[in-house]
């Protein structure tokens, strides 16, 4: 989709992935659907599988999320999808999404990852490994 007709689906996830009588996968729902490399300042999709500059822009009027930003955030259409399928690939392969809540409330680590510095964002993964660790302990 990207390469052959330059767009971007923006709605990767589970409930959008179908396969068909010779049980390839295809993909449904071209609502959201932007041209690639559109530059995009409002967030679209589904909450669970926002990539990091979605759900910064998603979350911007949260308490958390700095004010003083200079510039409105965007994301470019093609890298949203990249991030979206992996997260159904990592759902697909381990039964379980990489993330259970994206909620900053319910998630307090989600900052990390909505932060546009690449190191902030290196402390989510580097904690969320941990918590998962203590709670399959646990």
């Not at 093609?78 to 159904?88: H, M, N, Q, R, T």
Request: hydrophobic share 40%; with cysteine; charged share 25%.
């Amino acid at each position: 989709m990207h390469e052959k007709k330059g767009m971007a689906h923006l709605d990767i996830k589970l409930e959008n992935i179908v396969l068909d009588p010779h049980y390839m996968l295809k993909i449904i729902d071209f609502a959201y659907s932007e041209p690639k490399e559109n530059r995009m300042c409002i967030s679209k999709g589904t909450e669970r599988y926002f990539a990091p500059e979605v759900a910064q822009i998603y979350y911007r009027r949260q308490a958390w999320y700095p004010q003083n930003l200079q510039e409105r955030p965007t994301y470019v259409a093609e890298k949203a999808d990249i991030f979206s399928l992996g997260i159904f690939l990592f759902t697909l392969m381990f039964g379980q999404p990489p993330f259970f809540q994206n909620v900053p409330e319910v998630n307090p680590l989600l900052p990390f990852l909505c932060d546009p510095r690449p190191q902030y964002q290196e402390v989510y993964f580097i904690y969320a490994d941990l918590v998962k660790d203590l709670n399959f302990r646990g």
